[in-house]
């Protein structure tokens, strides 16, 4: 139950309902993810907003709505960046409980990817903050990995592939394919801190163990942001 309560945070998806109004989909500091009924123009997304949130439903009316900062736009990878971020919040989140890491890491990023396009090493500090924000996601969700054993809680081992599963952790296989992960990998992650920058080693691993995890939580539908970005890049 909300009454008139008083949400900061940013719209990250909205479609049309009925003539004048919209069902908007917010990601809060006060709640996580909060879905409602706009009956005005949605503000843009990326821009902290305010509003007022009131209903007993999942579906709440906001009102009072107020943009709190000057526009911001996105073009190429950081566009493609932004749209991803959004897609997995809407779609991991779970609604009203609040994931004040994640809101925090978020709010981060988009500073960070307003930095993007005059960064000296583009490529490589997008990859850092796309890892660290699905780090810190993955983390708040309950999936934080104890990269120091495998299923059977034994060590990993510097020299051993292993397959990740969801449930069950890294599952050593005798094969290498394009989905295992290097011992030698996984190990690196065991001496990292939170808040630190990753490691070139921890960047390859977490690149690939974090897109598994991803699609394993979504299921049959694969990301939109995802596809939009490989056309892009294609074309």
């Known amino acids: 139950m909300m009454r008139n309560e008083v949400l900061h945070g940013y719209l990250i998806h909205h479609r049309k309902y009925r003539e004048k109004s919209h069902i908007v989909h917010l990601f809060t500091q006060e709640y996580g993810r909060v879905d409602g009924i706009l009956r005005q123009t949605p ?4 821009q ?3 509003l007022q949130a009131t209903g007993k439903s999942e579906l709440k009316n906001f009102t009072k709505l107020e943009i709190l ?3 911001v736009f996105f073009h ?10 959004n897609e997995i919040v809407l779609r991991l989140c779970p609604l009203e409980e609040a994931m004040p890491q994640t809101f925090e890491q978020y709010q981060l990023t988009l500073l960070q990817l307003q930095q993007l396009a005059s960064h000296k090493q583009a490529s490589l500090f997008l990859r850092q903050i796309l890892r660290q924000f699905e780090h810190v996601l993955l983390q708040e969700l ?4 104890d990269f120091s054993v495998d299923a059977s809680q034994q060590d990993i081992q510097v020299n051993q592939h292993y397959q990740f599963q969801l449930n069950d952790g890294f599952l050593p296989v005798s094969q290498a394919s394009h989905s295992t992960l290097e011992g030698a990998l996984i190990t ?4 990292y801190e939170d808040g630190q920058d990753f490691s070139h080693e921890q960047l390859q691993l977490l690149g690939k163990l974090y897109r598994q995890m991803i699609s394993a939580l979504l299921g049959d539908r694969p990301l939109k942001s995802r596809q939009l ?3 892009n890049t294609q074309t």
């Open 43 to 46: 503000p843009p997304q990326y």
């Open 48 to 50: 902290p907003i305010r």
């Open 69 to 71: 900062n000057q526009p």
């Open 76 to 85: 190429g990878d950081a566009f493609f960046s932004c749209f991803y971020l």
């Open 142 to 145: 309950g999936y934080a990995i």
């Open 188 to 191: 690196s992650m065991q001496s």
């Open 229 to 231: 970005w490989i056309q």
